[in-house]
């Protein structure tokens, strides 16, 4: 280095691209430039609703869709069940993003209510994650990271419930889905039955992301 | 006696005067000399390019992309411009090459090493508009090296950037994929993701011209 010597400005070159190099440091062989970037705190939570058949994936072409609401419509009558059935059920996708900060994913639910009746019992709910979920980029999320767990299954109106338990603070895609209860052996609910008043039953969801 | 002897002295004199100069007309041989330094500079200069739009615009101090800002559809941090610098070598030597190396780009906590794509090439003037006229701003590019930020040490030939010079784009990883959902960025490279803690993250690179 120190056979070389600072100049002074002898000269403006004019390259390509319309850069402009002004020769400020003739002389010298090494020059230090910073990087910089600014990733902003965030504590937000995205979601997106699916409906579907029943047994079909949230995304079968033909037998989902997107949806702003879970809506059941009208429910039908399963002769050989002797219950009543929606002919959807809904996924509601979520996405936590808290700058890497370990946190959890509730839900509480007014339940559907119609008057002084309600179908709370029959109103079920399941977190889930899928490995294969991709964002919009087409990459797969991957395995859940260690230390985080799901909630369990049960009634939806049933108290806070916990959906996604994060101790990595990573964001993932979590699945929970929303439908009425089949009376199958081993799932959380009971069936709607022929007693069941008829009406319209309505409520609310709310989802809540806390920092633990 | 001495007045005879300066007389012939004289005519000496005058004689052997007269032989000198007819010698002297025949060659004369004189050096002409100048010293030249060995000169070795760099002219560095950086600018910011709209990622959507490609338009340059302000020059910077340093490659900064600025606060990030999160897409929720792809679930990543973006920037809305990259950066590009160019690297005039100023040097008489017969041979030289310009080296790259980078410190870490790290807030203390994460570091963005293999979320920055660094993409080496060769730019020269080139009658890009096939008009016969070559504008200051008519430039192609001929992608030498693509990497990751974490594995951009590299060092570049005079001969590998002859007839243009050095320019280094400096890109947040999009995480892009071709139609046959290939990766297009470095294997090593992803997406900033809200895996990474937020905060200010800082890094330093250091392009340096070895005779």
């Known amino acids: 280095m120190d056979r070389f010597l600072t100049l002074i400005v002898v000269g403006v070159f004019l390259l390509g691209g319309g850069v402009i190099f002004v020769t400020s440091s003739f002389g010298e062989d090494s020059v230090n ?11 937000e939570l995205s979601y997106w609703i699916r409906w579907s058949t029943g047994g079909q994936d949230p995304y079968e072409f033909g037998f989902s869709g997107d949806a702003t609401s879970i809506d059941f419509g009208e429910l039908e009558w399963n002769e050989n069940l002797g219950i009543w059935l929606p002919a959807k059920y809904y996924t509601v996708f979520l996405i936590a993003r808290t700058s890497g900060r370990p946190y959890q994913i509730k839900q509480t639910s007014t339940g559907l209510v119609s008057g002084d009746n309600n179908l709370n019992n029959s109103f079920i709910m399941d977190p889930d994650y899928e490995a294969d979920d991709k964002y919009s980029n087409g990459v797969a999320q991957g395995d859940m990271p260690a230390g985080d767990s799901l909630g369990e299954a049960g009634l939806a109106a049933e108290g806070e419930r916990i959906i996604y338990d994060s101790n990595s603070g990573k964001s993932r895609i979590v699945r929970v889905y929303y439908g009425i209860s089949t009376g199958e052996p081993g799932t959380p609910g009971e069936p709607i039955t022929g007693d069941q008043p008829a009406g319209n039953y309505s409520g609310t969801v709310a989802f809540t992301l806390t920092l633990k | 006696m001495l007045s005879r002897f300066l007389k012939a002295t004289g005519v000496f004199l005058i004689t052997f005067g007269m032989l000198g100069l007819a010698f002297a007309g025949d060659s004369v041989q004189k050096y002409i000399k100048a010293h030249i330094e060995p000169q070795d500079g760099l002219n560095v200069s950086i600018h910011k390019v ?6 340059w ?22 920037p809305d411009h990259y950066c590009v610098m160019d690297v005039g070598v100023l040097s008489n030597e017969a041979n030289w090459s310009v080296s790259h190396t980078v410190d870490s780009f790290t807030n203390g906590t994460d570091d963005l090493n293999k979320n920055v794509v660094v993409t080496f090439v060769k730019t020269e003037k080139a009658d890009v508009n096939n008009d016969g006229i070559i504008e200051d701003d008519e430039t192609k590019d001929t992608k030498l090296y693509q990497l990751s930020y974490a594995n951009s040490v590299k060092s570049i030939s005079k001969s590998e950037l002859s007839g243009g010079w050095l320019r280094i784009y400096y890109g947040i990883a999009t995480g892009e994929v071709d139609q046959n959902g290939n990766k297009i960025e470095p294997a090593d490279t992803s997406p900033v993701t809200t895996d990474k803690s937020s905060g200010d993250y800082i890094g330093k690179i250091t392009i340096t011209l070895t005779p």
Do not use: R, W
Request: hydrophobic share 40%; net charge negative.
């Open chain 1, 33 to 43: 430039v910073g990087i910089k970037a600014t990733v902003p705190e965030s504590l």
């Open chain 2, 50 to 55: 709209d990622a959507n739009t490609g338009i």
């Open chain 2, 57 to 78: 615009g302000e020059e910077l101090q340093d490659i900064d992309f600025g606060t990030l800002t999160y897409d929720p559809d792809l679930g990543i941090f973006l």
